[in-house]
């Protein structure tokens, strides 16, 4: 209470500190002249009374002194000093505060570029009311089979139980759509079909109109859809017309009527462009919706999801059949929305993190090297009363100014960095559109400059003021000085330089070698020489299933004619598309064991399918033109099929039926091929799945199109492809692209890691190796007289050349195996990150520890060498 | 001043200005100083600049104020007077001196 006081008091005297200083000094003089007046009376003469005030009342200016002192802060007036000294001794040797600074700024700089990312992704808080309270809802099946996750209409008005911590429950439906447009090519767009909850769930006010009501979510709503664009669809495609709301849009199947517009805010599912209202069924377990919850403030993980397990268990008692075995996974919105971006951006800071550390290693051996020059100054400033305290509090300043102006350089290094983060792809990634630089990333830098001014200033001002002064003055500031406790530190920064920089590189190994697998993973498909498209059929035009197969015969029929092109395939989806996929129940042979699930993914290909994609058939054959709807229906499976299901027997013997949710027998056909897996995701394995003909179960509405040239370049088939779709169907939005480029869409995150990984790896053993030049350089040079002896004693240079490299040598092996041994942990920290690479993976650890070590040894040798070629005599006299 | 003069013993110096304050109600620093002296009779080497800082100090702590005032010689002066806090304290003070200061003589008379 009474500190508390003492600090106010002191805290308010800075800023009237004028006024007070006039006061004193009237207090003063009143009290002088009453002691003045009080001699006088004695008899003194005026002259000698004031002599005599003067005398009892001590030095005027000290008493001043003193009260100021306890008045404010000390150290205050003192620190302003300490920094118009700093700043000029660093300006007396710009050299020095170049390198230092610039250093600085470099580990300071990436450190928060990449904290600015890690903020804008992951801290940075969702622009929705109460966003923390937000969640995305996935279901599971506890018996092993497996799902999209997608939650029904049922289980989601379940969760509306006012039992429940649940507040709000919503859902959505994405779809692809084709807008027309008067004289323009089609639209393809993002729609979501949403319910009544989703925008109240939100919260956000719309932009313009009054949006969705109630009744249009009636299931007895006969009105035309209504739509809420999204404020980028409206500025890009309306171009932010202020009196849309009311206007129709035109598709192909009926028209959208636009209620309104959202908040710019406003951007769930990711890269929506309107909203529609969903006429659902509350009964319905038509599993194909994501989910969305508002939970009550303050509700826990744990109770969240044990709510949701009463919820899951209940519906698996009522509804058995669809609703059975299943679990709810919740999860932060935040989280859901940034996805796998997280770990790269934790392995990434630690690595900027290390890189900062390095920066910090170099500045202080600058700074000590320097010390040890000025240790004359010091020794001379303590000589003349100046105490320990003050003198580590001026080279801590000294310091501080180092990092600020390395904070101040950094954030300029920041800022164009992450300008070029974004330049390079990371804004196609989810949140990081705009890397803002707020009050976090700014609290991050001060604290990055405090923790540097520190860490840099604290090992040479407390060598300095280290006992025993007087040394420094007794041996004539030469610099034998504190050579053994330099020595200690010495080897420290060395060790730690070597470790970082083995980390480093070692971490940045892991990454491009999980790289190169995600790469070189064969997806079991061509990628070269490919173009893909995808299709979506309207409904009011294709609804008859023999309408589309004329459709999709006549267009292959015709890219087959295209020049250029080879073959042509269909699919109902692609890989690496992030489709849904359907994925029916089977029996084998019309037998399926009663308490397992057996499922399998469903695609349905047309003929020159595997042709097309350069997919191999391992057994049996391939679909043929012959397999038609007349014909006897059959069925190619994958190897993971066979691998799951037929082990150990012939695929060609058996037979498959299937069907949802329960097997439909007269779907039973027998297997008559075996292909090699396709990967649908680079990262997980194959599914077991099975293929159908499109001449035998029907084309699908939505296609995957894949044509592949005769080795011409397949973007220059673009124009033609859609060319030759225009002229079936105008109506048809498409995007044409290589199916090369699509699988490198899909490694954008991991190549942005793998690539700002190699940058830092580079920088660290860039900062490593001149640490280590600078540090063995100055360490011999300390050690001068004594190689000069050695030399004029009879030992040959190579004698002491061997000397000296050795004891180098033994410091840089320590911080290699120190760095191996912290890069295992790491590695097996952020193993489950990586693709197919083991922490332990001797290559890249040999590769780091033959690198590092490399340049090591390069900047432990050459400064040894010079060191030692030095005339003893002519040293020793200069000595 | 021919008396043998000692320091101010470390932290007393808080003490005697409370204790001033306490007897004769407010005063300026030249008063609170010129008393001090006469208590000691010459035995204190006080430079009275030194209460300056003390009076600050204390004034910090709350446990004295001041208000501007004007000074027998008709200066600006400021004139500092105890609060209940400080009484509280002075109170706390003098007993724990003198339970010092008992403690010390028992030592020093301790025959043994």
């Known amino acids: 209470m009474t500190a508390w006081r003492v600090l106010l008091a002191r805290v308010r005297s800075l800023f009237v500190r004028q006024r007070m200083d006039a006061d004193l000094d009237d207090e003063i003089q009143a009290h002088l002249e009453l002691l003045t007046t009080e001699y006088i009376r004695k008899g003194l003469s005026p002259e000698r009374a004031r002599d005599a005030a003067r005398r009892d009342f001590g030095g005027v200016d000290r008493t001043m002194e003193h009260v100021r002192d306890q008045r404010g802060f000390v150290s205050l007036d003192a620190f302003s000093r300490d920094i118009r000294y700093a700043l000029r001794t660093l300006a007396r040797t710009p050299g020095f505060t170049f390198a230092a600074v610039g250093t600085l700024a470099l580990g300071i700089g990436a450190t928060t570029a990449i904290f600015s990312v890690a903020n804008a992704a992951l801290l940075r808080p969702l622009p929705y009311p109460g966003w923390s309270d937000l969640r995305t809802v996935r279901t599971t099946f506890t018996d092993g089979r497996v799902t999209s996750g997608l939650v029904g209409p049922l289980e989601m008005s379940r969760m509306k139980d006012p039992k429940l911590p649940i507040v709000q429950a919503a859902m959505s439906l994405r779809f692809d759509e084709t807008l027309l447009r008067d004289g323009q090519a089609p639209l393809t767009i993002a729609a979501a079909g949403v319910d009544e909850h989703f925008f109240p769930l939100f919260g956000l006010p719309l932009q313009l109109g009054a949006g969705f009501t109630p009744d249009q979510f009636a299931r007895n709503d006969k009105a035309a859809p209504s739509v809420v664009l999204s404020h980028h669809f409206w500025t890009t495609v309306f171009g932010s017309d202020p009196h849309v709301v009311g206007k129709t849009i035109r598709r192909v199947d009926g028209d959208w009527r636009i209620v309104g517009v959202a908040s710019p805010d406003m951007d769930v599912p990711r890269g929506i462009d309107l909203w529609v209202n969903l006429h659902v069924n509350p009964e319905s377990t038509d599993h194909s919706f994501d989910g969305y919850l508002r939970v009550q403030p303050g509700t826990t993980p744990e109770q969240l999801s044990s709510s949701l397990a009463i919820v899951a268990g209940r519906l698996g008692h009522d509804y058995p059949g669809p609703e059975g075995n299943r679990a709810f996974i919740v999860q932060p919105l935040v989280e859901t929305l940034v996805g796998d971006l997280r770990p790269i951006l934790i392995i990434v800071l630690s690595a900027t993190a290390l890189l900062l550390v390095l920066s910090c290693v170099n500045v202080t051996n600058l700074l000590l090297a320097r010390a040890t020059r000025r240790s004359r100054e010091i020794a001379i400033r303590a000589a003349v009363g100046a105490t320990r305290r003050r003198i580590i509090t001026q080279l801590l300043v000294e310091s501080l100014v180092l990092a600020g102006a390395g904070t101040l350089a950094g954030l300029g290094v920041a800022y164009g960095g992450v300008r070029l983060l974004l330049v390079y792809g990371a804004s196609r990634l989810p949140r990081l559109e705009a890397v803002p630089f707020d009050s976090p990333v700014l609290l991050f830098a001060i604290a990055m400059l405090v923790i540097c001014a520190i860490g840099v200033g604290l090992a040479p001002a407390l060598q300095l003021a280290g006992g025993g002064l007087e040394r420094f003055l007794s041996e004539g500031g030469r610099s034998v000085t504190g050579a053994r406790l330099t020595n200690r530190a010495l080897r420290t920064m060395i060790v730690v330089e070597v470790a970082v920089a083995v980390t480093i590189v070692a971490g940045a190994g892991l990454l491009a070698r999980s790289f190169v697998n995600l790469q070189r993973e064969d997806p079991g498909f061509q990628r070269h020489g490919r173009l893909t498209f995808d299709i979506q059929l309207p409904s009011s035009h294709y609804q008859a299933p023999d309408k589309r197969r004329v459709w999709l015969d006549t267009l292959l029929t015709n890219l087959q004619g295209v020049p250029g092109v080879r073959t042509v395939g269909a699919a109902s989806d692609f890989p690496l598309r992030d489709s849904i996929s359907s994925r029916p129940r089977i029996e084998l042979d019309g037998w399926s064991p009663a308490h397992e699930h057996v499922v399998a993914l469903q695609r349905i290909v047309t003929a020159d399918f595997f042709n097309a994609m350069g997919m191999r058939v391992l057994q049996g054959r391939r679909f043929t033109s012959f397999d038609r709807e007349a014909t006897a229906p059959v069925a190619i499976v994958n190897e993971a099929f066979v691998r799951k299901y037929l082990d150990g027997r012939d695929p060609l013997t058996a037979q498959v039926s299937y069907g949802f949710p329960s097997v439909n027998p007269k779907t039973r056909r027998p297997i008559v091929g075996v292909v090699n897996d396709v990967k649908y995701s680079l990262w997980d394995a194959a599914d077991p799945a099975f293929y159908l003909v499109q001449d035998q179960a029907g084309v699908t509405q939505r296609l995957s199109i894949v044509v592949t040239t005769d080795g011409s370049d397949p973007n220059a088939l673009i124009p033609a492809i859609r060319a030759e779709v225009d002229k079936l169907d105008p109506q048809l939005a498409l995007t044409v692209e290589p199916v090369s480029a699509l699988v490198a869409s899909t490694l954008t995150r991991q190549k942005l890691g793998t690539t700002l990984m190699l940058l830092f790896a580079g920088i660290a053993v860039l900062l490593a190796t001149i640490g280590i030049y600078g540090m063995i350089a100055y360490a011999t040079a300390a050690r001068h007289t004594e190689i000069a002896t050695r030399l004029a004693l009879g030992a040959t240079g190579r004698n002491v050349f061997w000397l000296l490299s050795r004891q180098g040598l033994t410091v840089a092996a320590a911080g290699a195996i120190t760095g191996v041994a912290v890069a295992y942990g790491a590695g097996r920290l952020v193993a489950s990150w990586l693709y197919e690479v083991r922490a332990s993976d001797p290559v890249i650890l040999a590769s780091a520890l033959v690198v590092v070590l490399g340049v090591t040894m390069v900047a432990t040798l050459l400064p040894i060498r010079r060191a030692c070629r030095i005339d003893p005599s002519a040293s020793l006299r200069f000595e | ?112």
């Open chain 2, 1 to 112: 001043m021919g008396n043998q003069q000692s320091e101010v013993p470390y932290g007393t110096l808080d003490l005697m200005i409370l204790r001033t304050l306490d007897a004769m109600g407010e005063q300026h620093g030249y008063g609170i100083a010129r008393r001090i002296e006469q208590i000691a009779q010459g035995a204190l080497a006080l430079n009275q600049g030194t209460i300056y800082p003390a009076l600050l100090r204390l004034e910090q702590k709350g446990w004295i104020k001041s208000a501007w005032g004007t000074s027998e010689n008709n200066r600006r002066a400021r004139f500092y007077s105890i609060t209940r806090a400080g009484s509280k304290q002075l109170a706390a003070e003098t007993e724990l001196w003198e339970r010092t200061v008992a403690m010390v003589n028992r030592l020093l008379e301790d025959p043994s």
